[in-house]
């Protein structure tokens, strides 16, 4: 659940989601009616769309691709990425690091060459998270991952995020017991959007590690702030930028945030024409969080 949102930004994914005859006001009572209305029509297109990609992905023919293996930056260490102990010491000392060449450069092929076809994906059905995804899971709902089987490239990635080989890996390296926490596969395309927001579940305790990973497997890098290069921000307006990518192919954004370190907001402004974002989402928690939200 996201939450702090800025009433403008809100204002502007009304009217990308529902049309530029959305009352932006709700004064009285018609105009009340009128934003309930097209806010379900909204809730309704996105349900129509899922519907015909559903079908549409059954009746396509699919053939899933020879599974082939691949390092993570933080598993092959000096393999992969000669700047990992400057980005570790960026992630601890500032609450953010950005990493160029994340995966082995076969990896990130393999997972670019197998990316979902885009009737794999749904729409979020959410107006202040206008974008496509696939593959969601979260570790304590435990839920099945439909369609998967189909791309053993990113069940190979899934399976390994969530191995015990790196969660010790990547804990031994901040410092902190870690648990892998939820997976996403998104496709971002024009006019898409990311309300600049907080996670809610930083309202669950102020005594815990949360990091975020955007793995950014193509984009395009000639607009990558209007690409759906997801950014960290101090306001939740786009206005004053922590870190926002310039290269959208092969890198991945973390950041790290916790109860008591609210200052972190993150999304991505619309997406202009010709962009587009294939993204892989997933997080971290430290282990004590993840343990009290078990009990």
């Known amino acids: 659940m996201a939450i702090n949102f800025s009433k403008k930004e809100i204002e502007k994914a009304y009217r990308l989601g529902c049309g530029t005859l959305f009352p932006i006001k709700s004064g009285n ?8 209305l097209f806010l379900k029509f909204f809730k309704f297109k996105c349900e129509l769309f899922n519907l015909k990609q559903t079908f549409k992905f059954k009746t396509e023919k699919k053939n899933p691709t020879k599974k082939k293996s691949f390092v993570i930056f933080f ?11 400057k980005n570790i010491n960026d992630l601890q000392e500032n609450g953010y690091t950005f990493i160029n060449n994340f995966l082995n450069s076969e990896a990130h092929k393999n997972l670019n060459d197998d990316f979902p076809k885009f009737s794999t994906f749904h729409h979020t059905k959410d107006i202040l998270k206008q974008f496509f995804i696939c593959f969601k899971y979260n570790k304590l709902e435990n839920n099945e991952i439909v369609n998967l089987k189909y791309y053993p490239t990113y069940k190979i990635l ?3 995020i969530f191995s015990d080989e790196l969660e010790n890996n990547f804990s031994q390296l901040v410092n902190t017991k870690t648990k892998a926490y ?5 496709y971002r395309k024009e006019k898409s959007y ?6 809610g579940i930083l309202k669950k305790s102020k005594n815990f590690h949360n990091f975020n990973f955007v793995y950014f497997i193509d984009g395009n ?3 990558p702030k209007y690409s759906s290069g997801t950014g960290i921000f101090f306001d939740n307006e786009f206005k004053k930028p ?16 916790s109860g008591s370190n609210k200052n972190f907001y993150h ?6 024409t010709f962009g587009f974002g294939k993204v892989v989402t997933f997080q971290f928690l430290s282990e004590n969080f993840y343990n009290s939200l078990i009990n």
């Open 75 to 85: 598993s092959g260490l000096s393999t992969v990425n000669e700047n990992l102990e």
């Open 267 to 272: 999304g991505f402004d619309t997406v202009k």
């Open 221 to 223: 890098n000639k607009f």
């Open 242 to 257: 922590i870190l926002q990518p310039s290269n959208l192919t092969n890198s991945c954004l973390i950041y790290k945030t």
């Open 194 to 199: 990311l309300i600049p927001h907080m996670d």
């Open 182 to 186: 939820s997976f996403l596969c998104s």
């Open 29 to 36: 009572i018609i105009k009340k009616f009128i934003r309930f």
């Open 158 to 160: 899934f399976d390994y």
